[in-house]
């Protein structure tokens, strides 16, 4: 669906801070910035990104992301381990901007309370709701 000039994923959950988290299965899912987040930040420069096999508690910072403009915290919308991450953004972070929710992606993750913290996260009508009061 999109909102405004913002593309919103369906079948991804979104946070209030612009994070989204796509579900794999029970134990994968896959994280990233939001196409809003993206063309707030306009110009992307850098990435700082979480170590593998580090553990992240639910909306504890994953890594920031670096514009010209400004740096801002990523927040993990789930409690889990880090398992993979896209090593393509550090020398690439224009990724993040052209392709947010493909190749942009920033963390594969294991979760902890899937089930539990999903209920916490925002579906795709309450985010793009978000989106217009913006």
Known sequence: MKVKEY?????????????????????????????????????????????????????DSLGTV????AVSEIYSPLTGKVIKVNERLLSEPELAYNSPYQEGWIVEMEPKRLDDELKLLLKSEDYAKLLQNL
């Open 7 to 59: 593309e919103v994923p369906e079948e991804l959950y979104y946070t209030k801070e612009h994070e989204w988290v796509k579900v794999i299965s029970k134990d994968r899912v896959i994280v990233g910035i939001t196409d809003y987040a993206v063309k707030m930040l306009k110009d992307i420069v850098y990435f700082s990104l979480p170590r593998i096999n580090q553990e992240i508690n639910f909306m």
């Open 66 to 69: 670096e514009s010209i403009k």
